[in-house]
């Protein structure tokens, strides 16, 4: 097993590799100059031949990706164009709003969603489902910043019991940080939870069919233990192959949710960077999400063993 | 732990959490209220404060952050008249050609070293490098010398009437005052370190882009006596500490601002408006009596607008209140009219050859088009959807121009790109374009030289590239005359020519309201939000 992982390990650097070619290739060859947009209205063409200069924006393309790949080998991800902050600061500055909404939006979003999908697959066919259906296609199919906004109106505005915008760090006060972090995980987990309710559901279906699930029942097993630990468990691989591939979901429904809570996250940082062509911003940020996904994907690889007992690596 | 220990505790817990909920929400509301003695003013700015270096940058954003932490020789005050502020005083010599300025006693950066001439001098010069008033002014300077710890003497080589405006400048780039080692940088490259002699320090810690930024009153500051007007008078900071939270979404930010989670909101959407005003407590006011004009840019080198009679046409077929209608909405906050290039309001208001601005004619205007010889080619028209005052000019101006029977093509983008692809030179089906919107504060548009869209110096001129040495003549004459009266007549003499020439359609003047909640007080009336003189309570 430590060689499979020691193998998928290194299976990430070609793949981060391609992922820093083409994210290069892709920003350069796009529209935009940062140095039109920083020189302003008022700069004429020399001085903003010296700004790209200043910039290193007129070296050929090669020169620009090398002498980015070397820094980026000794771990400087090069500064903002405009800030002119080191991106390592940059990034640093938001990983934490970014990673605790994700992990906020993932416990609420699997401990309510697996319950649901297993409820909607045991009683099949009932109101229960239907209603927990209704709810997972409306999840799914709501906007997240529309969601993101009828939470603001009812638990900030309506009620009055969370702030509209803003994070506070859990390091510096607990209280502060769950009041801030609660309407934006809720936000962001209604697709996520649609997703995993509806895999659970279909899996479960499936799984209840089988012959060994019958001879659950007919050993006189309780309900209960059927589902979770007969059923639940050997649908499991699947479901978190969802859970797993739904965190490219999430990745891009942070950029909204952050962006409609001003949580000073990643996914603004991207955003942000974006708008205003800030090359060295966007390729650590995208380096950063590759490897965190590719890394979360192999976690889920692993976890497969826990579920099924075939699987050997 | 097994599953069904799992479930079960989740159970346990979800009931836990369910009889609890008021007591935990209340136990939230009560730790989110800091306990916080110094006054802070929560401010929702127009834009992210992405570089702080306000004479490397033309962005508004950074120059109000510059009028924080910088402090500047002269300053505009409200009567448009140009009063000292850093400058105790300032001598003319008999010919004109020599300003000697006096700096004013107790004048201190943040870093606590003492402001002196030679820092005037650096300052000054880099800031000449980069802004288009101060490349003009370094033109006719001869030398700019420091005579000795307080004193700074300019010497021209001709008369020039623009020296004083020049170092009031109250927009971009504002000629901010800063110490000689940062102001000896690279005008092209951005200084290392923000340190001004202005009423707040930047706190460089606390600097988030795309998030906050955050500035404490500098204690050691000493402001003027008099009253602050504009950018004149005494700049009091009233406030410990003033923090920008940059909240990109209008929906949110308004939100805040209804909650009392923020106190100003600088630019708040229009269409939000009557949601805010529904709050008493909240005050709607424009902040910049100045306001700002709508701009539709012509590109000079392409057919069909290298033919003045296709520009003379465009400009009749559209309608000002067409334009301040799709981006305003609400006539409170534009003027029904305003045919004077430099402003409405403004000390070179005229609107002298503003006809065809004032009403629409389409016979007229397809008349012309056909004159120029429009051979129904392509129209390619800029449109940066992510922009809603220059989107909606794009549709406007699209409109207009097929009502008389151009062939015109909406490019949409967004404004990032649109900054870079007005600045190519090839024809519009080569990558080029034909016609982009864009708008400037009226700060910006007051006088023909600060106004640069009417700048008609061909390769060398604002994008669009137009060409016409009788504009340009008349601005030179502008610059060099000293004499007021004088510089009405020519600029009455230089619209006539700008409204046959057509540089730009100027598609109206309008008023950004600002909100702020109540305890917000002493908010300065200026074309700059600036945030000295304002307390909170």
Redesign the interface.
């Given at each position: 097993m430590y060689a499979y992982i020691l193998r998928r390990l290194f299976a990430t650097i070609p793949i981060m590799a391609i992922v820093a070619v083409f994210v290069f290739m892709l920003l350069h060859l796009s529209?935009?100059?940062p140095a039109?947009?920083?020189?302003?209205?008022?700069?004429?063409e020399d001085?903003?031949d010296?700004?790209r200069e200043?910039l290193g924006l007129n070296d050929p393309l090669y020169i620009q990706f090398g002498g980015w790949l070397i820094n980026l080998l000794q771990g400087d991800m090069g500064q903002?164009i405009?800030?002119?902050?080191p991106v390592t600061k940059?990034i640093g500055?938001r990983v934490e709003p970014t990673l605790m909404l994700t992990l906020c939006t993932m416990i609420i979003a699997i401990?309510l969603a697996i319950?649901l999908g297993v409820i909607a697959a045991w009683k099949v066919g009932t109101w229960i489902d239907r209603a927990v259906m209704t709810l997972a296609v409306f999840g799914f199919s709501v906007p997240v910043?529309v969601i993101g906004?009828l939470l603001?109106?009812g638990g900030?505005?309506t009620l009055?019991?969370?702030?509209?915008?803003?994070y506070?760090s859990i390091f510096e006060?607990v209280?502060?940080f769950?009041?801030h972090i609660t309407l934006p995980a809720l936000t962001l987990g209604a697709v996520y939870m649609a997703l995993i309710a509806r895999m659970t559901r279909a899996t479960m279906l499936e799984v209840l069919n089988e012959d060994y699930v019958r001879t659950a029942y007919a050993k006189g097993l309780a309900t209960?233990?059927v589902l979770?630990?007969h059923a639940?468990?050997n649908a499991m691989v699947p479901i978190s192959t969802t859970i797993g591939l739904g965190v490219a979901l999430l990745i891009g429904g942070v950029v909204v949710t952050e962006?409609?809570?001003?949580i000073?996250g990643l996914g603004?940082?991207t955003?942000?960077a974006v708008?205003?062509?800030d090359y060295p911003v966007i390729q650590g940020v995208i380096l950063v999400f590759s490897f965190t996904y590719v890394v979360l994907n192999l976690l889920i690889d692993l976890t497969y063993v826990l579920f099924d007992p075939r699987i050997r690596y | 732990m097994?599953?069904?220990a799992l479930?079960d505790a989740?159970k346990k817990s979800a009931r836990t959490a369910a009889l609890s909920t008021p007591i935990?929400?209340a136990?939230?509301?009560?730790?989110?209220v800091p306990v916080n003695a110094e006054s802070v003013l929560k401010i929702v700015p127009h834009a992210?404060l992405?570089?702080?270096d306000p004479i490397?940058?033309?962005?508004y954003i950074t120059r109000n952050h510059g009028y924080l932490v910088f402090d500047t020789l002269f300053a505009l005050d409200e009567n448009l008249e140009v009063q000292p502020q850093m400058a105790a005083g300032h001598e003319v010599s008999e010919d004109g050609l020599t300003y000697t300025i006096t700096l004013r006693d107790g004048l201190q950066f943040h870093d606590g070293a003492p402001v002196t001439a030679e820092d005037v001098v650096a300052s000054i010069t880099r800031w000449g490098a980069?802004?288009?008033m101060g490349q003009k002014l370094m033109r006719v300077t001869e030398s700019l010398e420091a005579a000795d710890e307080k004193t700074v003497v300019l010497t021209l080589s001709e008369p020039y009437g623009l020296v004083l405006q020049s170092l009031g400048k109250i927009s971009?780039?504002v000629p901010f005052i800063m110490p000689k080692r940062l102001a000896d940088t690279?005008p092209?490259?951005?200084v290392e370190e923000i340190i001004g002699s202005g009423p707040f320090r930047f706190v460089a810690d606390e600097w988030?882009?795309?998030?906050?930024v955050v500035y404490e009153k500098f204690e050691d500051y000493v402001p003027r006596d008099e009253p602050a007007s504009y950018a004149a008078g005494g700049k009091v900071a009233n406030v410990d500490r003033v923090e920008w939270?940059?909240?990109?979404?209008a929906?949110?930010?308004s939100?805040?601002l209804?909650?009392g989670?923020v106190d100003y909101y600088e630019q708040p959407a229009v269409d939000l408006l009557p949601m805010i005003q529904s709050d008493p407590s909240i005050n709607v006011e424009t902040v910049d009596p100045l306001g700002t004009q709508g701009v539709i840019r012509f590109n000079f080198k392409y057919p069909p607008f290298d033919d003045k009679r296709a520009r003379q046409a465009a400009l009749w077929a559209v309608e000002q209140a067409d334009y301040m209608y799709s981006i305003m909405g609400d006539p409170k906050y534009f003027e029904e009219f305003c045919g004077a290039y430099f402003m409405c309001g403004g000390p070179y208001e005229t609107d002298v050859g503003s006809e065809a601005l004032r009403g629409k004619d389409i016979e007229k205007a397809k008349a012309l088009l056909a004159e120029s010889g429009y051979d129904g080619r392509e129209v390619l028209i800029l449109d940066p959807t992510?922009i809603p005052v220059a989107h909606g000019q794009s549709l406007v101006t699209a409109q207009a121009l097929r009502e008389i029977g151009m062939n015109v093509r909406l490019v949409a983008?967004?404004?990032?790109?649109m900054?870079?692809?007005r600045?190519v030179r090839e024809a519009p089906e080569d990558g080029g374009w034909n016609i982009f919107p864009?708008w400037w504060l009226a700060a910006d548009q007051l006088n023909p030289i600060t106004n640069?869209s009417v700048a008609a110096s061909g390769d060398?001129a604002?994008?669009g590239w137009p060409e016409n040495q009788k504009i340009e003549d008349l601005r030179n004459a502008f610059a060099r005359e000293t004499d007021p009266a004088k510089q009405k007549a020519i600029v009455e003499e230089l619209q006539a020519e700008l409204y046959d020439f057509v540089p730009y359609i100027p598609t109206g003047q309008y008023y950004q309201p600002t909100a702020f909640r109540d305890n917000v007080k002493g908010v300065l009336e200026a074309p700059v939000p600036f945030f000295w003189n304002i307390s909170v309570e």
């Amino acid at each position: 097993m430590y060689a499979y992982i020691l193998r998928r390990l290194f299976a990430t650097i070609p793949i981060m590799a391609i992922v820093a070619v083409f994210v290069f290739m892709l920003l350069h060859l796009s529209p935009g100059d940062p140095a039109v947009i920083i020189a302003g209205d008022f700069a004429t063409e020399d001085q903003v031949d010296k700004i790209r200069e200043q910039l290193g924006l007129n070296d050929p393309l090669y020169i620009q990706f090398g002498g980015w790949l070397i820094n980026l080998l000794q771990g400087d991800m090069g500064q903002s164009i405009y800030s002119g902050l080191p991106v390592t600061k940059l990034i640093g500055q938001r990983v934490e709003p970014t990673l605790m909404l994700t992990l906020c939006t993932m416990i609420i979003a699997i401990s309510l969603a697996i319950p649901l999908g297993v409820i909607a697959a045991w009683k099949v066919g009932t109101w229960i489902d239907r209603a927990v259906m209704t709810l997972a296609v409306f999840g799914f199919s709501v906007p997240v910043f529309v969601i993101g906004y009828l939470l603001i109106l009812g638990g900030s505005r309506t009620l009055g019991w969370f702030p509209v915008q803003g994070y506070t760090s859990i390091f510096e006060s607990v209280p502060g940080f769950l009041s801030h972090i609660t309407l934006p995980a809720l936000t962001l987990g209604a697709v996520y939870m649609a997703l995993i309710a509806r895999m659970t559901r279909a899996t479960m279906l499936e799984v209840l069919n089988e012959d060994y699930v019958r001879t659950a029942y007919a050993k006189g097993l309780a309900t209960r233990k059927v589902l979770v630990k007969h059923a639940l468990k050997n649908a499991m691989v699947p479901i978190s192959t969802t859970i797993g591939l739904g965190v490219a979901l999430l990745i891009g429904g942070v950029v909204v949710t952050e962006s409609v809570f001003a949580i000073p996250g990643l996914g603004r940082l991207t955003v942000d960077a974006v708008l205003r062509t800030d090359y060295p911003v966007i390729q650590g940020v995208i380096l950063v999400f590759s490897f965190t996904y590719v890394v979360l994907n192999l976690l889920i690889d692993l976890t497969y063993v826990l579920f099924d007992p075939r699987i050997r690596y | 732990m097994p599953m069904t220990a799992l479930a079960d505790a989740i159970k346990k817990s979800a009931r836990t959490a369910a009889l609890s909920t008021p007591i935990a929400v209340a136990g939230l509301m009560a730790a989110a209220v800091p306990v916080n003695a110094e006054s802070v003013l929560k401010i929702v700015p127009h834009a992210d404060l992405r570089n702080v270096d306000p004479i490397w940058t033309t962005a508004y954003i950074t120059r109000n952050h510059g009028y924080l932490v910088f402090d500047t020789l002269f300053a505009l005050d409200e009567n448009l008249e140009v009063q000292p502020q850093m400058a105790a005083g300032h001598e003319v010599s008999e010919d004109g050609l020599t300003y000697t300025i006096t700096l004013r006693d107790g004048l201190q950066f943040h870093d606590g070293a003492p402001v002196t001439a030679e820092d005037v001098v650096a300052s000054i010069t880099r800031w000449g490098a980069r802004d288009g008033m101060g490349q003009k002014l370094m033109r006719v300077t001869e030398s700019l010398e420091a005579a000795d710890e307080k004193t700074v003497v300019l010497t021209l080589s001709e008369p020039y009437g623009l020296v004083l405006q020049s170092l009031g400048k109250i927009s971009s780039n504002v000629p901010f005052i800063m110490p000689k080692r940062l102001a000896d940088t690279d005008p092209n490259a951005q200084v290392e370190e923000i340190i001004g002699s202005g009423p707040f320090r930047f706190v460089a810690d606390e600097w988030q882009p795309g998030n906050q930024v955050v500035y404490e009153k500098f204690e050691d500051y000493v402001p003027r006596d008099e009253p602050a007007s504009y950018a004149a008078g005494g700049k009091v900071a009233n406030v410990d500490r003033v923090e920008w939270r940059y909240i990109p979404d209008a929906a949110t930010a308004s939100q805040a601002l209804l909650a009392g989670e923020v106190d100003y909101y600088e630019q708040p959407a229009v269409d939000l408006l009557p949601m805010i005003q529904s709050d008493p407590s909240i005050n709607v006011e424009t902040v910049d009596p100045l306001g700002t004009q709508g701009v539709i840019r012509f590109n000079f080198k392409y057919p069909p607008f290298d033919d003045k009679r296709a520009r003379q046409a465009a400009l009749w077929a559209v309608e000002q209140a067409d334009y301040m209608y799709s981006i305003m909405g609400d006539p409170k906050y534009f003027e029904e009219f305003c045919g004077a290039y430099f402003m409405c309001g403004g000390p070179y208001e005229t609107d002298v050859g503003s006809e065809a601005l004032r009403g629409k004619d389409i016979e007229k205007a397809k008349a012309l088009l056909a004159e120029s010889g429009y051979d129904g080619r392509e129209v390619l028209i800029l449109d940066p959807t992510d922009i809603p005052v220059a989107h909606g000019q794009s549709l406007v101006t699209a409109q207009a121009l097929r009502e008389i029977g151009m062939n015109v093509r909406l490019v949409a983008m967004d404004w990032a790109t649109m900054t870079s692809r007005r600045a190519v030179r090839e024809a519009p089906e080569d990558g080029g374009w034909n016609i982009f919107p864009t708008w400037w504060l009226a700060a910006d548009q007051l006088n023909p030289i600060t106004n640069i869209s009417v700048a008609a110096s061909g390769d060398t001129a604002w994008f669009g590239w137009p060409e016409n040495q009788k504009i340009e003549d008349l601005r030179n004459a502008f610059a060099r005359e000293t004499d007021p009266a004088k510089q009405k007549a020519i600029v009455e003499e230089l619209q006539a020519e700008l409204y046959d020439f057509v540089p730009y359609i100027p598609t109206g003047q309008y008023y950004q309201p600002t909100a702020f909640r109540d305890n917000v007080k002493g908010v300065l009336e200026a074309p700059v939000p600036f945030f000295w003189n304002i307390s909170v309570e």
